[in-house]
């Protein structure tokens, strides 16, 4: 299973890939084909669709490197005898 360092090393990766897509997105701007004039042979609805993948990748990358934390933890009972007198949480 994921180390706690290799999740954060996905979740980095999986911001890098969407900050990647986010680029191909701006290329296909009108500024950038006009700065760029190589991006300008490239159909527009490529770059989209590319772009709007490779965001969909790095958040989902991101998504399922998130540690899963239960909020509740689980109570065992308090024993007196053979009688139950209470509950505590387990560590």
Do not use: C
């Not at 890939?17 to 500024?31: C, D, E, H, Q, R």
């Not at 527009?44 to 933890?73: C, M, P, R, W, Y």
């Amino acid at each position: 299973m994921y180390t706690k360092r290799n999740m954060a090393k996905t979740k980095l990766l999986g911001y890098l890939i969407a900050v990647v897509g986010l680029a191909i997105l701006f290329l296909n701007s009108a500024p950038a084909r006009k700065a760029i004039p190589i991006f300008n042979s490239v159909p527009s609805n490529i770059l989209l669709t590319i772009g709007i993948v490779v965001i969909l990748a790095g958040v989902v990358l991101t998504f399922f490197s998130t540690e899963k934390v239960s909020q509740e933890s689980e109570e065992v009972p308090i024993y007196k005898g053979k009688k139950i007198v209470g509950y505590r949480k387990a560590e």
